[in-house]
């Protein structure tokens, strides 16, 4: 066999062999971005006029103070980790028809606590 080609056959193998742990580290990164992306939370969009029983005048004079409140108590009581995961869970509800139940996430938790303070939250 020709000692070049030899060579090249040793170099083709160890480039293979080196390969497959980049793939691996390129697909879990991927995996992690979306779950960081997928995590991001927005402000709940609540109607300042709302009127409900805990919030009988309707005035959003405490709105900031409630909300940093319960993001803290939410922060408090949930992970991060479990928390994206929970979201990719509902995005992939889809699968099995919407039959299995939503999980909530730390916004649903964070609209309830508002809710629970008196605010009408709109984007539940």
Not at 93 to 98: P, S
Request: hydrophobic share 40%; proline share 2%.
């Amino acid at each position: 066999m020709n000692k070049y080609l030899k060579i090249h056959i040793e170099k083709a193998t160890v480039y293979k062999k080196n390969v497959y742990p980049i793939k691996i580290i390129i697909a879990l990164s991927l995996v992690g971005a979306l779950l960081i992306l997928a995590s991001c939370s927005s402000t709940p969009i609540v109607d300042s006029r709302g009127k409900s029983s805990a919030n009988l005048k309707g005035d959003m004079n405490r709105y900031h103070d409630d909300l940093f409140t319960c993001k803290d108590l939410v922060k408090d009581q949930t992970n991060m980790f479990w928390n994206g995961s929970k979201i990719v869970y509902n995005m992939l509800r889809f699968k099995v028809l919407w039959l299995s139940p939503k999980a909530q996430t730390n916004q649903d938790l964070i609209n309830n606590c508002l809710e629970g303070r008196g605010y009408s939250v709109l984007n539940k």
